[in-house]
């Protein structure tokens, strides 16, 4: 069975430039979730899809937007970007409670 | 605020020993809870999920969960220098939204 996918692995923008970061879950798998982690800390939580809908939103800005297609899979978009949006962006996907994560996309705003 | 509390680290154990990492929860209502395994630059790996109170065994690994005392454990028996690694402790609340810790960093001396 395949795992959640990322895409792109690596991106590099500049600063004030949007970044859009893809999804797609485990086959059957309904939620998608998004976390920043930037080097050296914890998971951020920061949006929560399912079903087509936004459950959950964390403490960010709203230049940090998202949706969820009918396919489930789903679309990070970060507007306006800033320094501090450098990060590993993770993408988890579920059905039930347990969450599985994709490998990550490295963002690099410079 | 809801919060999943762990120790930082560095916890150092020798080859062959047994691991001990600790978790506490803020929300009462929480009823699921997961370890994660993140190794350096890469996505968190799942490794445990308990629900009941009690141990739960899987090779290894065995998770421990006391809700009267909002503690959950991860023990990590014959610890071989490839578990070094952060291990992220998670608690779905009751609004099925999950917390993560900042997690612990596990270093397993050869």
């Known amino acids: 069975e395949a795992g959640v996918t990322q895409s792109p692995t690596h991106l590099i923008k500049t600063r004030g430039q949007q970044a859009t970061l893809r999804c797609s879950p485990i086959s059957g798998h309904t939620s998608v979730y998004w976390y920043q982690q930037a080097l050296g800390l914890g998971l951020q939580f920061l949006l929560w899809y399912d079903e087509g809908e936004e459950r959950n939103r964390g403490n960010f800005p709203p230049r940090f937007s998202g949706r969820q297609f009918p396919n489930y899979s789903s679309e990070l978009n970060v507007n306006a970007l800033e320094l501090e949006d450098s990060a590993l962006y993770l993408c988890?996907?579920?059905?039930?409670?347990?969450?599985?994560f994709g490998p990550g996309t490295r963002l690099t705003v410079t | 605020q809801k919060e999943v509390e762990q120790n930082s680290g560095p916890l150092s154990v020798p080859e062959g020993a047994i691991a001990s990492l600790n978790c506490t929860y803020s929300d009462r209502g929480s009823q699921s809870f997961f370890w994660y395994r993140q190794y350096s630059g890469k996505s968190p790996e799942l490794i445990m999920f308990?629900?009941?109170?009690g141990d739960k065994e899987d090779g290894r690994f065995t998770a421990q969960l006391n809700k009267a005392s909002q503690y959950v454990s991860l023990l990590i028996r014959d610890s071989q220098p490839s578990d070094s690694a952060t291990y992220l402790c998670a608690a779905t609340t009751g609004g099925f939204k999950t917390i993560f810790g900042a997690g612990t960093r596990l270093f397993v001396k050869a």
């Open positions: 308990i629900y009941s109170n």
């Open positions: 988890a996907s579920s059905f039930a409670y347990e969450q599985y």
